[in-house]
């Protein structure tokens, strides 16, 4: 599990922080209020699109265009003030996985387990891979997004053809950002959000799949207590393991309504932000065919804000999954050796798993089902548009 682990820890520090004073530092310390200061700045990035697609509301193309980026700049909002309102809920939960995991291993039966358990190793190589890809997908839009206007700028200027300047993101401040040093200016603070959207957004993103992968391995982990329980043999025995199998089912229950609850807003966020993202970008993508360049700009956001959502469905599908088969476990065990009293035991815990594991956020559930249904939506979408075109 250590390895898993430190894909949370390298989430922290995208945002500045370690386990040690993440742990230690209260609400109150300036580390909140770097939340704070990087939640209003995102925030302000808004305005300035905002004023773009009024400036331009006659302009379909144009405002779909803005309407893409204020849409991924809001999910990151979202996440930011997530993280500030439930920082010390994130801390509690990677400080019970690991106690988790130390209990877990202090337990001599639990030992077999551990032995050659690659799907941990698998697990986590797949969260790091997701993360990575996620986070060089965005820093690749954003790098795209930042040097289109240089390009211009330098292409044009060799050509000794006249441009005007545009600014990488579509925005419109309320002063001339055509004209230095206002153009400079709005350069510099686009580059400054885009760099704060990518950190935050891979972080947070992250500690999600590394919580749902810490929680799968748990649940695969009880699955083979389960199978463990030596039925028939010492009934003294067998009635302390099965209650330390029934303590872990209740723990793991625990940590995966505390997930649910602090992603609740952010679960609900990219689901209902996606489905209008998926809308003006595919608008975008369709408008564009004849350039090569700006298809290659929205193809890549259009798979950076799907690999986001995926993360979230592959992380909510795996619990569910996972969840379910502890009842599966326990009819393939050999409870037809259990005494009476253990049995009800094991009708309890399989009652239980019956009710799926869900991370959801009002309608919207975070499974592989719903994510297909938006791919779904997002071809429907393409040939709608070629049609009315």
Known sequence: MARLFQLQENCLLLMGHN?????????????????????????????????????????????????????????????????????????????????????????????????????????????????????????????????????????????????????????????????????????????????????????VDGLFISFAINLRAHFQALQQDIHLLAFGQEEQLVDKQLADVVEYHVQLLSLSRQLRHIYTPIVFGQFFITSLEVGVIIYQIVTHLDSIMALLVYFSFFCSIMLQLFIYCYGGEIIKVESLRVGVAIQTSTWYLASNKQRRCLIFIMNRSQREVLIKAGFYEASLANFLAILRAAMSFITLIQSIE
């Open 19 to 203: 386990m040690k004073s993440f742990g230690e530092r209260s609400s109150l310390h300036p580390l909140g209020l770097r939340h704070i200061v990087s939640l209003v700045f995102v925030l302000s990035a808004e305005y300035p699109m905002l004023s773009y697609v009024v400036y331009n509301r006659d302009d379909m193309e144009l405002i779909t265009a803005c309407l893409s980026v204020a849409f991924t700049n809001l999910v990151t909002v979202t996440k930011i003030w997530t993280f500030l309102a439930y920082k010390e809920s994130f801390w509690q939960m990677m400080h019970s996985f690991r106690q988790l995991d130390t209990k877990c291993k202090s337990y001599s039966y639990y030992a077999a387990k551990y032995e050659g358990y690659g799907y941990v190793e698998h697990g986590n190589k797949l969260a790091t891979l997701l993360g990575r890809a996620y986070s060089i997908s965005c820093g690749f839009t954003g790098l795209y997004f930042m040097l289109g206007p240089i390009i211009k700028i330098v292409t044009n200027s060799w050509r000794g053809v006249p441009y005007e300047r545009e600014l990488p993101m579509p925005m419109k401040f309320p002063f001339n950002d055509v004209e230095s040093p206002g153009y400079e200016f709005g350069f510099v603070y686009t580059l400054f959000v885009t760099i704060f959207v990518v950190l935050y957004a891979s972080a």
